[in-house]
């Protein structure tokens, strides 16, 4: 099992910046892909990134050019930038691990006001 747990969420005005973190409760060498995903209110949760053990990156369109994901195998971690925050952005996000299983986090709130 993998416990992940977020933190960085917050409120935030149009165009600002945050970065979320997720750190898991072994080590994330052997963890396939993580990634996040977000939900806002009567929508369905979407993937926002994810970023596999090598590296390679995938992106929802409306985030491309303003987010970044990375992570550090090293500290357990995987990250979230977020620049030029739009009310959009608006959601909970969630972190997520996938090897053969899925482990997803508590969620964390990113609220954007305009």
């Known amino acids: 099992q993998v416990q992940l747990v977020e933190s960085g969420g917050g409120l935030v005005q149009t165009g600002g910046s945050l970065r979320l973190s997720c750190v898991a409760s072994r080590s994330t060498f052997s963890i396939t892909t993580m990634g996040w995903y977000r939900q806002a209110p009567g929508k369905q949760r979407e993937l926002v990134a994810r970023?596999?053990?090598?590296?390679?990156?995938v992106y929802k369109d409306s985030v491309k050019g303003r987010f970044t994901i990375s992570r550090d195998n090293a500290e357990n971690t995987v990250y979230l930038q977020m620049n030029s925050l739009k009310p959009e952005d608006t959601a909970v996000y969630y972190c997520?691990?996938?090897?053969?299983?899925?482990?997803w986090g508590q969620g964390t709130q990113v609220t954007v006001s305009s």
């Open positions: 970023i596999t053990n090598s590296g390679s990156t």
């Open positions: 997520y691990s996938r090897t053969f299983t899925d482990y």
